[in-house]
């Protein structure tokens, strides 16, 4: 047993195989474990690693209809609870614990504004299989990225010559949680708001990372106009390859060669 201690990790996107070694020696050494698993294999991994750890599941606080931001704010709480016994809370997500989710942060300042010892452990997020599995190099086309809903509510601007990704399409405008999908009448709403940018027949990928190894990841390629809620699920992540040349900085360019000439 170690003092109080909060270590947040990600169990990756793969439901075997992507928990890193350093993640795996925390778990080893944890009290009690956290997990939003709704597949009885992971849980089984957590519980081979560390049989025992009080394990305990987060997934009881959602709740259909319920808005998320509620449940989050359970989990922060329950996470607490644990913070303050003695010994080492181990909170495991799934993908990255710090990509699109809130109650790793959230818990780890609180620990912290409470002087307790609280981290973040990187994991492999659903991005970093997109980059992989779609052949993405944000060096060769520059990268931006947003929430769907953020995207669609916010005066939020793209440049389109770079690559963009949208994180969960499949829940857009809609702030609550479903068991099964999720009610999609925002979807039309952002397409028209991604054609102020692109044509309507750019090619978009609605992109669904494997969760088995060895299994393929879903890669579907829509036109832009005809992506619907048949075609996304609540695991989707979009994709919008760049549709516009880059535009060289003329003026920033002249003046470096001018500076590196001076040299
Ligand atoms: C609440 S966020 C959690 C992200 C997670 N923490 C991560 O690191 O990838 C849920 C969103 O992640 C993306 N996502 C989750 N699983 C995915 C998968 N298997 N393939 C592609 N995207 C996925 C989708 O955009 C989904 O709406």
Request: with cysteine; glycine share 6%; hydrophobic share 40%.
């Amino acid at each position: 047993m170690t003092d109080e201690r909060l270590v947040v990790i990600g169990t990756g996107i793969r439901l075997v195989g992507q928990l890193t070694v350093e993640s795996t020696a925390w778990i080893k050494c944890a009290d009690r474990i956290f997990h939003i698993a709704d597949d009885p294999l992971i849980v089984a991994v957590l519980s081979s690693i560390n049989p025992s750890a009080e394990l305990s599941t987060l997934t009881h606080l959602y709740g259909e209809n319920k808005p998320r931001a509620e449940t989050y704010e359970a989990m922060v709480q329950t996470i607490m609870e644990s913070v303050r016994k003695p010994g080492l809370t181990v909170c495991t997500f799934y993908g990255h614990p710090g990509v699109m989710a809130y109650p790793g942060h959230e818990s780890i300042r609180r620990s912290r504004l409470e002087g307790f010892k609280a981290m973040m452990l990187p994991a492999v997020s659903a991005e970093d299989c997109l980059f992989a599995d779609l052949g993405l190099d944000h060096a060769m086309t520059g990268y931006q990225t947003y929430e769907a809903t953020d995207f669609l509510w916010n005066d939020r601007r793209l440049d389109s010559s770079s690559h963009l990704v949208l994180w969960q399409i499949g829940a857009v405008g809609d702030l609550t949680f479903h068991e099964g999908e999720y009610n999609l009448a925002a979807l039309p709403l952002l397409v028209e708001k991604l054609l102020r940018w692109y044509p309507p027949s750019h090619e978009v990928i609605v992109y669904e990372a494997a969760v088995m190894i060895d299994c393929e990841a879903h890669i579907r390629k829509v036109p832009l106009n005809e992506l619907r809620a048949d075609v996304v699920s609540a695991r989707s992540t979009l994709s919008v390859p760049p549709a516009a040349a880059v535009k060289v900085d003329h003026s920033m360019y002249e003046r470096y060669k001018v500076l590196s000439h001076g040299r």
